[in-house]
């Protein structure tokens, strides 16, 4: 497999439920996002990881928790979400260093929250 | 700081006519530019970019975009519209920042609407 894979595509999870997205990349990248793409708004960047240390995080509230056991793997863990953060998530990656080559992105995750 | 700004949250065209998507950028350091596209239900795909060099850029399915620094803009054209094309397009801003980090700015996003 090849490019930046998310799973699940789809989730679907009540306000008091636990779970967590998996982002993937396989590109030999060092440094990995997530963001949160809603309905009518820009893009928001959550979280950045270069080489496995975040070093961004954009007031995102805790009930979003991201993980980054390797450069080729990021978590991001849901707890006690609220129905307005029912989005599109999206996980990108890139060489750190060459960020002008631009991003590459996963396909996302759709999240509704019930 | 930078920000992107993207004219018309759609755009209409038909099948053949030219695409103009518009994008205006400020940044306070020289800007590496970027188009990105997204079908529905898939993630964005880099479209073209522009680093340093020859302004005018071409990119993938026919698109190319001009950087013109005296207007702060990088518009997104194509000759001939397809409806393969039909999707959102977001333009993108990044700058090194203090600290090191390139760090880019979405605009909202262009809907291209194709008619047959």
């Known amino acids: 497999e090849t490019g930046v894979t998310q799973t699940p595509r789809h989730l679907v999870m009540g306000m008091t439920n636990k779970k967590s997205l998996k982002c993937e990349q396989h590109l030999g990248h060092n440094a990995m996002y997530w963001y949160k793409q809603s309905a009518k708004k820009p893009l928001e960047l959550m979280f950045v990881y270069n080489f496995k240390e975040q070093t961004e995080n954009n007031s995102v509230p805790s009930r979003f928790s991201p993980e980054c056991p390797n450069s080729s793997h990021l978590f991001l863990h849901l707890h006690t979400l609220q129905p307005e953060d029912s989005a599109l998530y999206l996980c990108a990656s890139s060489q750190a260093s060459q960020t002008n080559y631009g991003y590459t992105f996963g396909s996302g995750t759709r999240l509704t929250v019930v | 700081a930078q920000s992107v700004t993207q004219l018309g949250s759609h755009v209409s065209v038909s099948e053949g006519a030219l695409v103009l998507l518009r994008c205006n950028y400020s940044s306070s350091v020289p800007p590496y530019l970027f188009w990105y596209v997204q079908y529905p239900n898939q993630g964005l795909q880099l479209l073209l970019k522009y680093t340093t060099g020859a302004t005018l850029v071409k990119g993938i399915n026919g698109f190319e975009a001009e950087f013109k620094k005296s207007e702060t803009s990088f518009h997104l054209t194509k000759p001939s519209a397809h409806m393969s094309d039909a999707a959102e397009y977001f333009c993108?801003?990044?700058?090194?920042?203090?600290?090191?980090?390139?760090?880019?700015?979405f605009g909202r996003g262009t809907s291209l609407i194709v008619h047959p």
């Open positions: 993108a801003v990044s700058a090194i920042v203090p600290g090191g980090s390139y760090i880019p700015t």
